[in-house]
């Protein structure tokens, strides 16, 4: 914990994060695209040949469903690893994404439980009006499954509040067990979960911007969203984030070549 930092405003952390991506992005946007492909694959294998209809084939797609968000903590953590050695100057590379399965696939997986739980409560009264324990008229039902989605959100967006920095913790403390990292999430985030929602806040304008730039613009935010988390998680342990604009001691700071601008690693 550094004694004399200095806690950045959003708007720092903004600055930092758009500063830290420059002439970075091509690999950040390649990041991104691979892990949505792994997200888009998986999520076929899910309901590939399950039927729905029946109360066998609903639980066993519901179960694949469970299985395979667990399977996708361990690539939601090297994506969080690329973002962390990016917002420290360091060298980053598509291999980070895989980094999870060096030995953490255990704490990966556990840690992403918390957020899948949270998920399948939400999911529970969607699950009672599949089995007509609730009954809701056809009409109204676009209304509740608008309800569940939102509610979903609205609990996933909470826990991420609590234990949103549990990912950067096991990159930084491997050797540490997941309650001593969840509970150290706790410590981070505490008093600073109202900070975290204006941080959110303040990125949905130029998400909704994104958006509509025929979804294109998706590929400049996620990477721009995902380095801001990075520079969130810093600032919350006092550390300095890597500042393109200001030199870097000779002893630290990013790999550089012989230009002097920052090496990216893109082996995969």
């Not at 002439?23 to 892990?35: C, D, L, M, R």
């Not at 100057?89 to 556990?110: E, H, M, N, Q, W």
């Not at 540490?176 to 979960?193: D, F, G, N, Y």
Request: aromatic share 12%.
């Amino acid at each position: 914990m550094n004694e004399g930092y200095k806690k950045k405003s959003i708007s720092e952390l903004y600055a930092l994060a758009r500063g830290q991506l420059i002439g970075k992005y091509s690999v950040a946007i390649f990041v991104t695209v691979t892990i949505s492909l792994i997200n888009v694959l998986l999520s076929f294998l899910t309901s590939a040949n399950t039927i729905t209809s029946t109360a066998t084939g609903y639980l066993t797609n519901l179960l694949i469903t469970i299985i395979v968000d667990l399977l996708l903590g361990v690539v939601s953590y090297g994506q969080n690893v690329f973002y962390l050695n990016i917002a420290r100057g360091k060298v980053a590379g598509i291999s980070d994404i895989f980094s999870g399965f060096k030995g953490l696939i255990d704490k990966t997986i556990l840690i992403r439980s918390v957020f899948t739980v949270v998920s399948f409560l939400a999911l529970i009264p969607s699950i009672l009006i599949h089995f007509n324990v609730i009954f809701i008229p056809v009409e109204y039902m676009f209304w509740a499954n608008t309800a569940i989605l939102g509610l979903q959100l609205l609990l996933l967006f909470l826990a991420g509040l609590y234990f949103g920095l549990s990912y950067y913790i096991l990159s930084d403390h491997p050797d540490w067990s997941v309650p001593a990292i969840l509970s150290e999430s706790l410590m981070l985030m505490k008093k600073k979960k109202g900070r975290l929602t204006l941080v959110y806040l303040r990125a949905i304008p130029l998400f909704i911007v994104s958006f509509l730039a025929c979804g294109v613009g998706i590929l400049w935010f996620m990477p721009f969203f995902n380095a801001l988390l990075a520079d969130f998680y810093l600032d919350a342990t006092s550390e300095e984030a890597y500042d393109p604009e200001r030199p870097a001691p000779s002893d630290q700071g990013p790999t550089q070549n012989p230009s002097g601008s920052p090496t990216l690693d893109i082996r995969l």
